[in-house]
């Protein structure tokens, strides 16, 4: 028997609501028949969205959709899957507890700390400027959000990392590790690269092998364990070791190069903090591996400030271009309006002008599969002034039923985001056809700017075996998928390539960044071997272990690469004309335009290529 969960419980008493089949396909039936048709579809899905909205209305103190749907899929699926998405949803765990921010009037916090103790929850501030934060078990997500003076529960902005090399080869680094400068031209000089990353379990027992015999390490972390093994402890209950994978691969690259490991959790205020702290001490280089996709990524977000100050001062911010690129995943889109009203207080659904239907996006449900839909636009550094909800619904036999909404409050609202999502369960045996739709809430209120671009991502996997599914959105893409804070105009942003074949990497993230500027610089390998994550024996999505794979991989190839030029050239060149060299030697750099892809093209020391 076909069991469909809903996104929100608060709704399931509500009769599904039938909607008139989909538009015959075949091309036989008379034109004025599919019209009339098609009419009395969009009516019945304006009904439903009146209905949802009804049932449910919407409130800005409501829990943000992340931590909605973080929720819901621990309740359903277990904890195990809900760790699997935290970082793809931008929230952290720790255990069953989630990191949310706590708003609340000032002359009530005090109250509400007490109150908050009283429910086992430890609410507290790492600085005056900081926000009142706590760990809050998923299942309690209500019940503290219910607690008097709680203004509004927040999910904070966080990175997640983007998850001897045979880069060092494929990348013919050699040549200038035995570069002998000329006689009497001051050249070498020590070079500083430092690495910024969740954690770097495991490195102590590498020093003076994978690693350099010492390195300089400090955490920046507001929760226990505050170790530079294990900072982040919100996204897995185990300490982290991408950091020490990173630091392997600079070591591999620029075996002379001093290392600073700056662990932090994700909250972007200890990024800034780490990344202050690497210009303060020497840093001639910064690596991080690490990104969001729920930024503004068009060059405007803080840590493009703090870019921009480390540039002035001479040093290279080289970062992860993110791992988000495979189309399966991603759609991108300026508004588009279909003509059409989604009734009473809302303006017109969002039009989708390629498709067989004007304001629905179609695609498969498979039998047993979970499916994460998020809408989220670039407002992300003041409250949005528009307010879109997203709709989902599926043919259950009798038409097109809504299944889920996501109905969170913007206009506006002090603390809310850009950012809607659902989670909807098959748990069925049948293959469900679905669609979603998106409408504008009270636009004459709630204004949008002409000019707003619209991401929907899209995370689908089978319930039991986690294996991933490509949904076939209707109007997928590769474009705008490029992280922050790789969209900084100051920082150097890296893409992937297999280091076995060199072919290009789907799921590296591409530009154009949403204000248009191409994105990433350059490429470098991934799918290498490392002490900590083992053997590579072939490129993702092969047969073989892949060793380190991503970006995560890609961007400490750069990093080392620059590293080890710093250290040759150093003495008559900055890093900046460090950078420059490579990107003048990159394998694709005989193409005058940068592409959205690699930028000048895959990393190459060597003068004479690296074919």
Known sequence: ?????????????????????????????????????????????????????????????DLPAQLRILQELAAHSGMDVARRVAGRLGVQLDGERVLVSIRVAPEREAALVGRLGELGVQATRASGTRPLRALVPVADLERVAAVEGVERLEAPRILVPSTLSEGVAATRA?????????????????????????????????????????????????????????????????????????????????????????????????????????????????????????????????????????????????????????????????????????????????????????????????????????????????????????????DLGAGYQLIAQSLAGQCGAPGSVPFEGVAVFNDGATDLPCAYAIAEYQPGLC???????????????????????????????????????????????????????????????????LDGRAKPEICAPDAVSTGTYGAALGCPGGTGPEGFAGTSASTPHVAGALALLVQRLGASFTPEQCRSILERRASGAANPVPDNRCGHGALCLAEDGCD
């Open 447 to 513: 204004v949008r700017p002409s000019d707003r671009r619209f991401d929907v991502t899209s995370l689908m996997f089978d319930d039991q075996t986690g294996e991933f599914t490509c949904p076939l959105l209707e109007e997928r893409t590769a474009a705008y998928s490029i992280a922050h804070p790789a969209d900084c105009p100051d920082t150097w942003s890296v893409g992937a390539v297999c280091a076995l074949d060199g072919s290009f990497e789907s799921y590296s993230g591409q530009g154009p960044t």
């Open 174 to 394: 050699e040549t200038w590790m035995t570069f002998e400068p000329p006689a009497g031209l001051p050249l070498d000089r020590p070079a500083r690269v430092a690495i910024v990353d969740v954690g770097f379990a495991g490195y102590a027992t590498l020093l003076g092998s994978e690693l350099p015999a010492t390195v300089d390490v400090q955490a920046f972390c507001d929760f226990p364990p505050q170790s530079v093994e294990h900072c982040d402890s919100f996204t897995q209950a185990q300490p982290w070791e991408h950091g020490t994978a990173v630091a392997e691969i600079v070591h591999d690259m620029a075996p002379e190069a001093e290392l600073l490991l700056l662990a932090i959790d994700p909250a972007i205020e200890n990024i800034q903090a780490a990344l202050q702290y690497a210009g303060a001490h020497g840093a001639d280089i910064v690596s991080t591996s690490i990104g969001t996709v729920f930024d503004n990524r068009d060059g405007t977000s803080p840590l493009c400030s703090t870019a921009a100050d480390l540039r002035r001062s001479g040093i290279v911010w080289a970062t992860a271009a993110g791992n988000s690129g495979d189309p399966c995943e991603h759609e991108s889109y300026l508004w588009r309006s279909s003509g059409l009203s989604a009734g009473s207080p809302y303006g017109q659904f969002l039009g989708f002008p390629r498709n067989a239907d004007p304001i629905l996006n179609e695609f498969t449900l498979p039998a047993g599969h979970v499916h994460l839909l998020e809408l989220s636009w670039n407002a992300w550094d003041a409250a949005p002034t528009d307010d879109l909800d997203l709709f989902y619904v599926c």
């Open 1 to 61: 028997m076909l069991r469909l969960k809903l996104l929100q419980l608060a709704v399931a008493a509500l009769a599904l609501l039938a909607l008139a089949p989909a538009p015959h396909r075949t091309g036989l039936r008379p034109p004025r028949s599919a019209e009339r048709q098609q009419v009395r579809r969009i009516s019945e899905i304006r009904a439903a969205v009146a209905a949802a909205l009804a049932a449910r209305p919407k409130d800005a103190a």
